[in-house]
């Protein structure tokens, strides 16, 4: 029976693969800027970030929510709460919260994902007048996740996750759904872990709200007729940010209180080159201290994030633990990132 589970499980993901090839596939070039809620891009959790994002094959906790949810059934007992903070760049904020538990029929996750932005200015629409009207505008964008993961056998887990996604900027908003799907095989080579997983397929988006009504008039160059005509602006449909990952991770070094994981991601998104992402986690004093380095989209063209690094400390006491992250991420263009994490296991 569990190798029939295993073998449909497998065929699930055959088929989403199958179904998203198309869209994998396609020309970055040709495909650059055209996905809506770019946001679920960002990747989540200051661990996983100063690994430099090769995290699918590793992720065990709540930001398995993000990386691959099949990573949620590798938690171990009880529950978890995990909460992140960085101020992104250009003023916006980005935020994530998620809780997990065990239950006697799997793992279950929720999870909330925001990045805001600082309060704009509404600019007058002459073009010969550039000025600010004296009020304000706000944007976000948003992203409610549910997630189930469970093992199929003592190796072999799979997990899913869909996500009500929405976006807002002034009185215009879009909304969509979401779809994750992912698998993880723990090898019985030197506990090697293997993940892939495909995020982001759903819905396309597209904006609507009251800054898309206008008046127009329908025949300009005819007198007396009506000029005023109540209309609305229809805005092309825009698909999600596809992305395919392959994740490989082992620990390299156990001894004496001291670990050694290296880990390497492949990814296929929709919207950019594939690339590499690569990353090593030091584990101290018998995991109580952890330093943390890598490196993201190697040998993608025009890439704009480098090195990451970054260290947490881990500390148990009671039927509780209790970790803290931190996690610096390089750009090219705009300062650097610095990430804060905390997560209790309970």
């Known amino acids: 029976m569990i190798a029939s589970l295993s073998r449909r499980a497998l065929a699930v993901l055959a088929a989403a693969l199958v179904t998203a090839s198309p869209a994998l596939v396609a020309p970055a070039a040709a495909q650059s800027g055209t996905a809506a809620a770019e946001f679920l891009n960002v990747p989540v959790g200051a661990r996983a970030t100063a690994m430099g994002g090769a995290f699918g094959a590793t992720a065990s906790d709540g930001t398995a929510l993000y990386w691959n949810p099949a990573g949620l059934a590798t938690m171990g007992g009880g529950g978890r709460a995990t909460f992140e903070y960085a101020p992104w760049y250009v003023g916006s904020d980005f935020n994530f919260a998620s809780v997990a538990s065990e239950t006697p029929f799997g793992t279950v996750a929720a999870g909330f994902t925001a990045l805001t932005y600082e309060e704009m200015d509404v600019i007058r629409e002459d073009v010969n007048n550039q000025e600010p009207t004296g009020e304000t505008f706000s944007a976000g ?10 093992r199929l ?24 759904i ?12 030197r506990g090697v872990r293997l993940g892939a997983s495909i995020v982001n397929f759903g819905s396309k988006m597209s904006i609507t709200g ?3 009504n206008i008046e127009f008039d329908p025949q300009p160059g005819q007198n007396g007729n009506n000029n005023s005509v109540p209309g609305r602006i229809s805005t092309d449909e825009f698909d999600l940010p596809l992305t395919m990952r392959v994740g490989l991770s082992g620990e390299v070094y156990e001894r004496a209180g001291t670990r050694v994981t290296l880990a390497v991601d492949a990814l296929s998104p929709s919207t ?14 018998g995991g109580l201290v952890q330093l943390r380095g890598g ?11 480098s090195f990451t690094a970054g260290g947490g400390i881990r500390y ?13 991420e390089a750009n090219e263009y705009f300062d650097g990132v610095n990430r804060i994490a905390v997560a209790l296991r309970f």
């Open 141 to 150: 964008s948003y992203a409610v996740s549910l997630a189930y993961a469970n």
């Open 153 to 176: 056998t003592d190796r072999f887990s799979l997990g899913g996750t869909v996500k009500v996604v929405h976006e807002n900027i002034s009185e215009s908003s879009a909304t969509g």
């Open 178 to 189: 979401a779809f994750d799907v992912g698998t993880l095989f723990e090898t019985p080579f």
């Open 210 to 212: 009251e800054d898309l």
């Open 272 to 285: 950019a080159d594939q690339h590499l992402n690569i990353g090593a986690e030091v584990g101290l004093l």
């Open 295 to 305: 490196y993201q989209e190697l040998f993608m063209q025009e890439s704009t994030r």
């Open 316 to 328: 148990a006491f009671g039927q509780l633990d209790l970790s803290a992250d931190y996690a610096y």
